[in-house]
């Protein structure tokens, strides 16, 4: 269990988000669990089960059984509610609002372009799936404060020539 602040439910995404979405934010509030806690438990990334529990990712049957021994809900229950396919970018209008994910987008304003080229350079002319995708996120500390470590992993997907 952490001792720091948890992430919680942004109250205004509740009408975007499926019922089952306020079920699992209670029960991480009522454990007093991080991401990174409940991701032990599961044997997966943080991030991957963040997306599970604002439905941007789908939740293996290995999953709903390790979250429902962790977080005390009836098997069946999140078994009912989180069975379905994921509704991706639903939660989010563009350009985001919220300052941290704005800032991330701005990252791609800014770099995008310099991203392309130094890809198409190493890797020709293709794109990196956000399929075939992972990412993990990681707190480095030096003499001149905090930093976040976001790393972005994705298979090379070269265009098809017809």
Do not use: C
Not at 8 to 20: E, N, W, Y
Not at 26 to 48: P, Q, T, Y
């Amino acid at each position: 269990m952490t001792s720091k602040p948890l992430a919680t439910l942004d109250t205004s995404l509740i009408p975007r988000l499926p019922q089952s979405y306020v079920t699992l934010f209670e029960a991480k509030k009522n454990k007093k669990l991080s991401f990174e806690d409940i991701a032990k438990h599961v044997g997966r990334e943080e991030v991957i089960i963040a997306a599970i529990f604002y439905g941007q990712a789908m939740a293996s049957p290995e999953d709903i059984q390790k979250l429902s021994e962790l977080l005390e809900i009836p098997q069946d229950v999140l078994e009912s509610q989180l069975s379905g396919y994921p509704d991706r970018g639903r939660t989010m209008d563009m350009p985001p609002k919220e300052p941290l994910i704005y800032r991330l987008y701005e990252i791609v304003q800014n770099y995008g372009y310099a991203y392309k080229a130094v890809l198409n350079e190493k890797f020709g002319d293709g794109i990196m799936s956000a399929i075939s995708f992972s990412t993990k996120v990681e707190k480095e500390t030096d003499d001149k404060g905090d930093w976040a470590v976001i790393t972005l992993r994705g298979k090379w997907l070269p265009y098809s020539r017809f």
